[in-house]
T-cell receptor, first 114, second 115 residues
Framework: AQSVTQPDIHITVSEGASLELRCNYSYGATPYLFWYVQSPGQGLQLLLKYFSGDTLVQGIKGFEAEFKRSQSYFNLRKPSVHWSDAAEYFCAGENPDSNYQLIWGAGTKLIIKP | DAGVIQSPRHEVTEMGQEVTLRCKPISGHDYLFWYRQTMMRGLELLIYFNNNVPIDDSGMPEDRFSAKMPNASFSTLKIQPSEPRDSAVYFC?????????????FGPGTRLTVL
């Protein structure tokens, strides 16, 4: 069955440090993949998306993600985090069996140390 | 564009009462989704509509939950009767087929507390 896995429930990084959030997917074909961010008390906002082509995808707020088919991951990165990046991050992939249903990861909560 | 609009933002009710959550999708979007988010179960898709027609309601937890979309600009999610275990944040999202495919735009959510 298709799945999206975020292995880290929490990640703590210092302000100014680099960030990598992991996302693994299980699909037969090349999936459509997304990263969303949810700030406290807010809805989810799309950070970036991957459909095809270049394996490094640029998003908003200085985020980027690398798609690596051979290792089935779609990891989110940021070179230098800011305190305002503290939020929960969700990876999602399109369900090939249901064209408009996303499969969501469980989320990773990012904590920023001053 | 105002984005997806949900009301109310917060709802506190007593067990057994009827609760109605409302959503106005982004104008022109043809898909609408209702999600529920809890600490224990994370983000769950309850139901989604295409062109106002329910396509998949397999995520609706039980018959106490119902959703309607009478027109392209309005949808409701109703819980009757409500129970404490229904306490959660309920999100509405909308998307447009052919524009970023499955990119969904989320509303701010309704935080429901059932006492």
């Amino acid at each position: 069955a298709q799945s999206v896995t975020q292995p880290d429930i929490h990640i703590t990084v210092s302000e100014g440090a680099s960030l990598e959030l992991r996302c693994n997917y299980s699909y037969g074909a090349t999936p459509y993949l997304f990263w969303y961010v949810q700030s406290p008390g807010q809805g989810l906002q799309l950070l970036l998306k991957y459909f095809s082509g270049d394996t490094l995808v640029q998003g908003i707020k200085g985020f980027e993600a690398e798609f690596k088919r051979s290792q089935s991951y779609f990891n989110l990165r940021k070179p230098s985090v800011h305190w305002s990046d503290a939020a929960e991050y969700f990876c999602a992939g399109e369900n090939p069996d249901s064209n408009y249903q996303l499969i969501w990861g469980a989320g990773t909560k990012l904590i920023i140390k001053p | 564009d105002a984005g997806v609009i949900q009301s109310p933002r917060h709802e506190v009710t007593e067990m057994g009462q009827e609760v109605t959550l409302r959503c106005k999708p982004i104008s022109g979007h043809d898909y609408l989704f209702w999600y529920r988010q809890t600490m224990m179960r994370g983000l769950e898709l309850l139901i989604y509509f295409n062109n106002n027609v329910p396509i998949d309601d397999s995520g609706m937890p039980e018959d106490r939950f119902s959703a309607k979309m009478p027109n392209a600009s309005f949808s409701t999610l109703k819980i009757q009767p409500s129970e404490p275990r229904d306490s959660a944040v309920y999100f509405c999202a909308s998307s447009l087929r052919g524009k970023g495919l499955n990119e969904q735009f989320f509303g701010p959510g309704t935080r429901l507390t059932v006492l």
